[in-house]
């Protein structure tokens, strides 16, 4: 079972997939400019990104036409994953809670449901 601290970092269930990837690239992104976050865990998602566009890959993708492309998301999903794990959980929160606060309507955000007319002036 989930801790109350756990339910902080989740993304709210109506989000969809890309969403959630924006989020946690913004994230990672907070994070790594945090200087409350080691320089070791700072050079795990730097390394997965090196490999990303590195020519070397553990899978070669003329072999493995499939796998050659799903290493590579698995080594940024494992280095995500890894470096959020290694910075410190209270840091994570508080930069998470920061990006749902932004997600969140808040009361200028309304939206006003108003019909428009076009009103033509007539000319002499």
């Given amino acids: 079972m989930a801790d109350k601290k756990d339910r902080?970092?989740?993304?709210t269930p109506q989000?969809?997939?890309?969403?959630n990837l924006v989020?946690?690239?913004?994230?990672?992104?907070?994070?790594?400019?945090?200087r409350r976050v080691s320089i070791w865990a700072k050079l795990i998602p730097i390394g997965a990104l090196i490999?990303?566009?590195?020519?070397?890959?553990?899978?070669?993708?003329?072999?493995?036409p499939v796998i050659g492309a799903l290493d590579d998301a698995a080594i940024i999903g494992l280095g995500s994953y890894i470096f959020l794990e290694f910075c410190p959980p209270a840091v994570v929160q508080e930069h998470m809670k920061a990006l749902?606060?932004?997600?969140?309507?808040s009361a200028s955000d309304e939206v006003v449901d108003a019909d428009a007319t076009e009103i033509k002036e007539e000319t002499k």
């Fill in 8 to 11: 902080n970092l989740m993304v």
């Fill in 15 to 19: 989000s969809g997939v890309i969403h």
């Fill in 23 to 34: 989020i946690q690239a913004k994230l990672i992104l907070r994070l790594i400019g945090d």
């Fill in 51 to 64: 490999y990303l566009v590195s020519p070397v890959d553990l899978l070669p993708g003329v072999a493995f």
């Fill in 100 to 105: 749902n606060s932004n997600m969140d309507a």
